[in-house]
């Protein structure tokens, strides 16, 4: 085998790891998956600002049916543009791509890194493209590999790679039952693929297919990244210590709010009273001895509530560091020409370096990988963004760049 395998993807696990737990709290607050975390999430600022800034940038980066892509021919000689241009547009309107990639826009916004599958369709599909949004929490990425982990049954294991034979100890559990769970991990190195299973022992004895891609199926893109690091920081991460507080202040204050409707009550108790049994719940009736005053609150100088200051001034960062307050459109008044482009200018000015790495990480690989499928199949000739064409990009925001460049 030409590289070690699986030395490559315990580091790449193991360099994940750290953020694994970053991820289930980004989640917890944005997009709880568990009756347990919907019902200890408080505050919905987070949440409603996640899905706005993840909406925004759908129209922004991929408005569906319009014309967010363009390819110009280098020279007289290259191959035809134009009906590249046009068949890689009408194969991604007719493939599942617009309602996909809004689902890695989540994660993008959420978790700062998202990923999304392109894979070839059979022949007389629909369209030539086929996409899946991958979870982060299947991917483990290194400089140059990244590994695909997925639970599935061993009968999709052998549709999927219909020349691989199982072992004997597989093949006897399979007589049995068709359907038992594997560990199927498929790794990516450069442009060479291994697919094997992870039933213990060597990977060689394991491997289930092996081939090569032209292009990298694996679109993998961030939000942004800090130097040595694989996975990207979003919004939502950066904003996570001001919406765990904000989840907290709200928690208390409907605590509050339901001691002052229910009410603590206090009852004579003719026995010795226990401190550590005494439970401040709503509706609790407190042992106090007979002819005492029961517990007594220390009276301060003012009953000055500071709840809802610090809760304002907690949702209005989220919102903030989530653009909730630069993304709009539309104010309470009718914003003027100079209004709207100074609004422009500080959005771009914000998601400036966003942008360039997605074009870079996303919608370039998107095009690449689109280009070859189609050209690979006939469709068009073969053409290549490195030498034949240039991709011009003229989704809402590259307009915006534009635009902002010739003022400048």
Known sequence: MKYDLKKMYARAIALREPWVSRWADARKYTMPTTNEDSAMLFDA???????????????????????????????????????????LRANLNDSNFYTTVHQCYMDLVTLGTACLFMAESPIGASSAFSFTAIPMTDIAILPNA???????????????YPEWTPTREIADKLKKDS???VRLIQALVGTDFTAWLDVGGDIENNIVSTGTFETNPYLIFRWAVTTGEQYGTGPILRALPDIKTANKVVELVLKNATIAVSGIWQADDDGVINLNNINLTPGAIIPKAVGSTGLTPLATGANFDVSQIILKDLRDRIRHTLLADRLGLLSDKEMTATEILARNADMLRILGATYGRLLHEFIRPLCDRGLQILSRRGVIDKISLHSDAELKYIAPIAQMVAENDTLI
Do not use: G, Q
């Open 179 to 181: 359907d038992f769970p």
């Open 45 to 87: 600022t987070a949440a409603d600002a996640a899905d706005n800034l993840a909406a925004c940038m759908y129209s922004l980066l991929t408005p569906p049916e319009s014309l967010w892509l363009n390819l110009v021919p280098e020279s007289p000689e290259s191959p035809d543009a134009e009906m590249a241009t046009l068949a």
């Open 146 to 160: 990244i590994f695909h982990t997925a639970s599935v049954s061993i009968s999709d294991v052998m549709a999927r």
